[in-house]
């Protein structure tokens, strides 16, 4: 079985208001995968929140190569998460964590 390609994703998410949690990040960005790709694609991403400040807003998300592209799409179209108005940005990806911080 081939090995699985992983991609990290650097983030910020702008938001008007009170501060996200990450528990309501991750359960809102799955949300999004699911409607927009189906069961498959999500469970295929093996989308993962590995790092988030929610004072800042910034974070770093694991997925696979192949589904970067649609983890990216499905963070975008997101527009609210518990009725605070939000923005995602994607700033960088990389094949490593330490590739990020440079």
């Known amino acids: 079985m081939k090995k699985v390609r992983r991609r990290y994703l650097y983030f910020k998410l702008h938001r008007d208001g ?27 991403s093996k989308l993962y929140v590995i790092d988030y400040d929610e004072t800042t807003g910034e974070g770093i998300l694991q997925c696979t190569l192949p589904s970067l592209q649609q983890v990216i799409a499905a963070a975008v179209v997101i527009g609210e998460i518990n009725g605070t108005a939000v923005s995602f940005e994607p700033k960088r990806t990389s094949g490593t964590i330490k590739g990020l911080n440079r």
């Open 18 to 44: 009170s501060q996200i949690e990450e528990k309501q990040l991750s359960l809102t960005l799955w949300k999004s995968l699911l409607s927009l790709y189906g069961e498959i694609k999500a469970a295929d």
